[in-house]
């Protein structure tokens, strides 16, 4: 028996890993079914309470330390912690993560003995989603890797305007409790689980047809910037002015664009620094050319003594406004934890450590509208999201995942992202520093799109919603 349970903990663990395979950039979603399925499969085997939760621990610790270790990229590349060091911390992370997955445990443990039918097609599928929002909340939330941002390009998406990304979850939860008891059930079982999987997804396929949204007013002709600015010498003084000639000359092929987006912290500087030899000149610029510009940058508040990672807007008609950044991204603008444990200071350096957390609303006025503005990781909060709407007419987000170079997190990003748009029935525009940048629309698809690592701008129009 202890044999057979060390090959179950294995298994969940592989099941967990695997499902990292359904997400972008390997997009191959079938298999969220499948470890899914093999998953409750387990659960239904487990002998004790015990090994139920040794088995939901498994699953979730090979989920993400196979999907989040890119926080390691950041931790040892660019806050220059050494490598063992940095090993731990992502271990660490990705295993607190796992822990989040446990109330999984916790709930469906009561529903051990109920029948199978009971367990896969109500229990399980509602309490992952329950746990899904939970670990999107708790601790200011880290709602990465919901199953059903895996599911943004086929016919399940199409209840996420209706129920956000978490009724795409259910629903997947739902297949993949239909599979287990397609394989494991009596012909009655599998007829109705097979009925039940093709109600479901004709159900959603139907949503397709319904427009949510409706377009207001013209296009609009929008120029996303794509630096291309090295991470590791993005924070050098040596390196501001180079970074602010890019950009410059950039925007100087892009005037006959209504909308400019520079990316996040593209003025590795105070706005108020820069204000004399950049943002003056561009504001001048701008009112001669008749477009719009959003540009990342630092804001310092003094009445406030706070420093903010924002946005500034440069428009004809509304001048200027901030947007500060509300949700900081763990491992690059704050340490989780830091302050319980000093002695990592010498070992970890952040490149700006005291950014303070925004406190105002999330939306701009630009060309005679509102925009929803988010800042890097706020596009993964889907609650948050929509706090502009249904005012805003655009999405807007403005990213650096430079920080994760090399590693699988800005494919994973932008996917959330996508995710966002068809939720919101809005075009989403986003301006990153080396990808992955792009225009999408209202259904959360690719209107253009670059690669990564290269130094454009990407063109295109964008249509209002409402």
């Given at each position: 028996?202890?044999?057979?349970r060390?090959?179950?903990?294995?298994?969940a663990?592989?099941?967990?890993a695997?499902?990292?395979?359904?997400?972008?950039?390997?997009?191959?979603?079938?298999?969220?079914?499948?470890?899914?399925a093999?998953?409750?499969?387990?659960l239904?085997?487990a002998?004790s309470?015990?090994?139920?939760?040794?088995?939901?621990?498994?699953?979730?610790?090979?989920l993400?330390?196979?999907?989040?270790?890119w926080?390691f990229?950041?931790?040892?590349?660019f806050?220059?912690a050494?490598?063992l060091?940095?090993?731990?911390?992502?271990?660490?992370?990705?295993?607190?993560?796992?822990?989040?997955m446990?109330p999984?445990?916790l709930?469906?443990?009561?529903f051990?003995?109920?029948h199978r039918?009971?367990q896969?097609?109500?229990?399980?599928?509602?309490?992952w989603?329950?746990?899904?929002?939970?670990?999107?909340w708790?601790?200011?939330?880290?709602p990465?890797?919901?199953?059903?941002?895996?599911?943004?390009?086929?016919?399940l998406?199409?209840?996420?305007?209706?129920?956000g990304v978490?009724?795409?979850?259910?629903?997947?939860?739902?297949?993949?409790?239909?599979?287990?008891?397609f394989?494991?059930?009596?012909t009655?079982?599998?007829?109705f689980a097979?009925?039940?999987?093709v109600?479901l997804?004709?159900?959603?396929?139907?949503?397709?047809?319904?427009q949510?949204?409706?377009?207001?007013?013209?296009?609009?002709?929008?120029?996303?910037?794509?630096?291309?600015i090295p991470?590791e010498?993005?924070?050098?003084?040596?390196?501001?002015?180079p970074?602010?000639?890019?950009?410059q000359?950039?925007?100087?092929?892009?005037?006959d664009?209504d909308?400019?987006i520079?990316?996040e912290?593209?003025?590795a500087?105070?706005?108020?620094?820069?204000s004399?030899?950049?943002?003056?000149?561009?504001?001048?610029?701008?009112?001669?050319?008749?477009?719009?510009?959003?540009?990342?940058?630092f804001?310092?508040?003094?009445?406030?003594?706070?420093?903010?990672?924002?946005?500034?807007?440069?428009?004809?008609?509304?001048g200027?406004e901030?947007?500060?950044?509300r949700?900081?991204?763990?491992f690059?603008?704050?340490?989780?934890?830091?302050?319980?444990?000093?002695?990592?200071?010498?070992?970890i350096?952040l490149?700006?450590?005291?950014v303070?957390?925004?406190?105002?609303?999330?939306?701009?006025?630009?060309?005679g509208?509102?925009?929803?503005?988010?800042?890097c990781?706020?596009?993964?909060?889907?609650?948050?999201?929509?706090?502009?709407?249904?005012?805003a007419?655009?999405?807007?987000?403005?990213s650096?995942?430079?920080?994760?170079t090399?590693?699988?997190?800005p494919?994973?990003?932008?996917?959330?992202?996508?995710?966002r748009?068809?939720?919101t029935?809005?075009y989403?525009?986003?301006?990153?520093n080396?990808?992955?940048?792009?225009?999408?629309d209202?259904?959360?698809?690719?209107?253009?799109?670059?690669?990564?690592?290269?130094?454009?701008?990407?063109?295109?129009?964008?249509?209002?919603f409402?």
């Amino acid at each position: 028996m202890q044999f057979i349970r060390r090959w179950q903990l294995l298994l969940a663990f592989f099941a967990g890993a695997s499902l990292v395979l359904s997400f972008a950039p390997f997009s191959f979603y079938p298999i969220s079914f499948l470890a899914l399925a093999g998953f409750f499969y387990l659960l239904l085997q487990a002998p004790s309470n015990k090994a139920h939760w040794q088995i939901t621990w498994w699953f979730s610790a090979g989920l993400f330390m196979s999907g989040v270790h890119w926080v390691f990229f950041s931790i040892h590349f660019f806050n220059h912690a050494h490598w063992l060091l940095a090993s731990l911390i992502t271990l660490a992370f990705c295993l607190f993560i796992a822990s989040l997955m446990l109330p999984f445990a916790l709930i469906t443990q009561f529903f051990r003995r109920a029948h199978r039918i009971t367990q896969l097609l109500l229990v399980f599928p509602a309490a992952w989603v329950i746990v899904e929002g939970f670990r999107g909340w708790v601790f200011t939330g880290f709602p990465w890797l919901l199953i059903g941002q895996a599911h943004i390009d086929n016919a399940l998406a199409h209840i996420a305007p209706v129920t956000g990304v978490f009724g795409v979850s259910w629903l997947v939860a739902i297949f993949a409790g239909s599979i287990t008891l397609f394989v494991i059930g009596t012909t009655k079982d599998r007829i109705f689980a097979a009925s039940l999987a093709v109600v479901l997804f004709a159900s959603s396929f139907a949503l397709s047809f319904i427009q949510w949204t409706h377009p207001t007013g013209d296009p609009i002709k929008v120029s996303l910037l794509q630096g291309n600015i090295p991470q590791e010498k993005k924070w050098e003084p040596s390196y501001y002015q180079p970074t602010i000639d890019i950009y410059q000359q950039l925007t100087e092929q892009s005037w006959d664009s209504d909308l400019i987006i520079w990316p996040e912290t593209a003025i590795a500087s105070y706005f108020g620094n820069a204000s004399e030899e950049v943002i003056e000149p561009l504001r001048v610029q701008a009112l001669m050319e008749q477009s719009s510009l959003l540009i990342g940058g630092f804001y310092y508040d003094f009445k406030q003594d706070a420093t903010y990672n924002s946005v500034l807007s440069i428009d004809n008609k509304a001048g200027s406004e901030i947007y500060a950044k509300r949700h900081l991204v763990p491992f690059s603008e704050y340490f989780p934890f830091l302050g319980y444990l000093e002695w990592l200071r010498e070992w970890i350096q952040l490149p700006y450590d005291s950014v303070d957390k925004g406190t105002g609303g999330n939306t701009l006025r630009i060309l005679g509208m509102d925009v929803q503005t988010s800042i890097c990781y706020e596009d993964v909060y889907g609650n948050e999201i929509i706090d502009g709407l249904p005012k805003a007419k655009l999405l807007v987000n403005l990213s650096n995942d430079g920080w994760f170079t090399g590693s699988i997190e800005p494919a994973q990003h932008m996917q959330i992202a996508r995710m966002r748009a068809l939720e919101t029935g809005r075009y989403l525009l986003r301006a990153t520093n080396n990808g992955v940048s792009g225009i999408i629309d209202h259904k959360g698809r690719f209107i253009a799109t670059a690669d990564q690592y290269l130094q454009t701008t990407i063109k295109g129009k964008a249509q209002p919603f409402e």
